[in-house]
């Protein structure tokens, strides 16, 4: 039975699948052309559903009984559709998980087997796949191929335009999708642009790129929230996948945070517990610094005292100086060039080389990850609160609320207050209310957030996904 959800209104589904999600349905039968199920309210309900050319429905609850289509009814059809897999050896997240892990190109290749081997499916498979779904997959390649190798003087203005589009792409091409109700292609679209920055050119500090990794989050984000549990399954085991298996940054890191986040259903927290406990673990074996270490010109000065000639006498000034130049001929800050410069100081003399290094990348566009990795918080937030958005305060986050809570709320609050006038798109009001509710996190910043929503609402009354969001998060603000 196909395009079901149409027969019901919004509210009634909402309310049906309310009722799945519960368990109230029970006593699940079906056929190909035959269901009956019976389901619990304020008394048993039994559903029986008939679908050949036409669909008929009935349930001896009183609204039913008046011709209409009732929550009952919706609650059996959820339940049928996320039925479990029979005649299999394998869970629905095994099976989940395994074709997460396999190519797109073994995915396609096994898929045209099996409908060539059973025809009966091909049309199935036609109604699952909405109409626009393969040609936004060539649309993506299409902007790919069209910015592809920008070299020489024209590569900053190639990459701005090629972020420009690619960001009005994908948001777009998703909002279109979920309006389809084809939450997978919509999420495999994204994972296609994750993985495009990935292979591509673009600096992963580079601030544009960022706008468009956020705004992959964010979409993310939506699609899970919005997505049937049965999806959201396949959905996690890619995210899990995406934690155990790639060294990646961008998927990796917004896996975690993803997972973090989301997915906070009883089924999937003992594999969100298990990730938790094996990245605490290689952080112990990883982490060099100490909570709270700063930055001081007092330091700097003691340790130039007793060290002053160290380097001059090492075998490795050359070395050094050569890593010294080459970070300093980049306009962002190469990593790995760091971390060799930093195994081949001696330890006594890496304050004094950092200090100036601090000095001299200041303006480099990666520079707070630097502070970060040193913790070096002062200089952090100098930083972060000198940048006119929050794309920086959102990534340092977890570090900043126990370093500066109250300067990061009074952040928070000044930006948004600046910027929520220009917003327009649904995805940027996701934006401000997931931020809000980072802001209410802080101390104090609950009474902040509730008054700032309140001032919003007041300010906007047209803006209808301006109040829906503020609707969604103002329950969680308790």
């Given amino acids: 039975m196909n395009n079901w959800l149409e027969l019901f209104p919004e509210n009634i589904l909402e309310r049906g699948y309310s009722y799945h999600l519960h368990g109230f349905v029970s006593h699940l039968n079906y056929t190909s052309k035959h269901l009956t199920a019976t389901v619990s309210g304020t008394e048993d309900y039994k559903v029986v559903i008939t679908w050949d050319e036409k669909t008929n429905m009935t349930c001896d609850c009183l609204y039913a009984i008046e011709g209409k289509n009732c929550k009952h009814m919706a609650a059996v059809l959820f339940a049928y559709e996320e039925r479990p897999i029979k005649k299999s050896n394998y869970s629905l997240s095994e099976l989940s998980s395994l074709v997460s892990s396999a190519s797109s190109s073994l995915v396609r290749e096994l898929l045209t087997e099996i409908l060539i081997e059973h025809p009966q499916f091909i049309e199935r498979f036609k109604e699952k796949i909405p109409l626009h779904a393969v040609n936004y997959t060539d649309k993506l390649a299409t902007i790919i191929h069209k910015y592809d190798h920008p070299i020489g003087k024209n590569k900053n203005r190639k990459t701005a335009k090629f972020i420009m589009e690619m960001r009005t792409f994908i948001q777009e091409a998703v909002e279109s999708l979920i309006q389809q109700n084809a939450y997978l292609p919509a999420f495999e679209l994204i994972n296609e642009v994750i993985a495009t920055l990935e292979t591509c050119y673009l600096e992963p500090a580079d601030e544009r790129s960022l706008l468009l990794i956020e705004d992959c989050y964010y979409l993310w984000k939506e699609l899970l929230a919005e997505a049937p549990r049965a999806e959201k399954r396949q959905m996690f085991s890619w995210f899990v996948c995406q934690v155990d298996h790639t060294d990646a940054s961008y998927s990796k890191n917004y896996s975690i945070k993803i997972l973090k986040e989301e997915f906070q259903e009883k089924e999937f927290s ?196 301006l109040t829906a969001e503020m609707k969604r998060i103002e329950p969680r603000l308790k």
């Fill in 270 to 465: 003992s594999q969100k517990k298990k990730i938790t406990k094996k990245r605490k673990k290689s952080v112990k074996k990883g982490e060099p610094h100490k909570k709270g270490q700063t930055h001081t010109d007092k330091q700097s000065k003691s340790i130039k005292k007793t060290t002053g000639s160290t380097l001059k006498n090492t075998d490795d000034t050359s070395k050094i100086e050569n890593l010294k130049k080459r970070l300093l001929a980049s306009d962002s800050i190469h990593f790995p060039t760091l971390e060799k410069l930093k195994n081949a100081c001696p330890p006594e003399t890496w304050p004094i080389i950092r200090n100036e290094l601090f000095s001299a990348l200041k303006y480099h566009k990666n520079v707070d990850r630097f502070y970060a990795a040193e913790g070096c918080y002062d200089l952090l937030w100098d930083y972060v609160k000198s940048t006119d958005s929050l794309i920086m305060v959102d990534r340092h986050f977890d570090i900043l609320k126990n370093y500066c809570p109250k300067q990061l709320l009074q952040k928070y609050e000044f930006e948004l207050r600046q910027n929520v006038a220009n917003f327009a798109t649904k995805l940027e009001y996701q934006k401000l209310g997931n931020q809000i509710e980072k802001m209410a996190s802080l101390p104090n910043g609950l009474v902040t957030a509730k008054l700032l929503t309140k001032e919003l609402r007041e300010k906007y009354p047209r803006r209808k996904a």
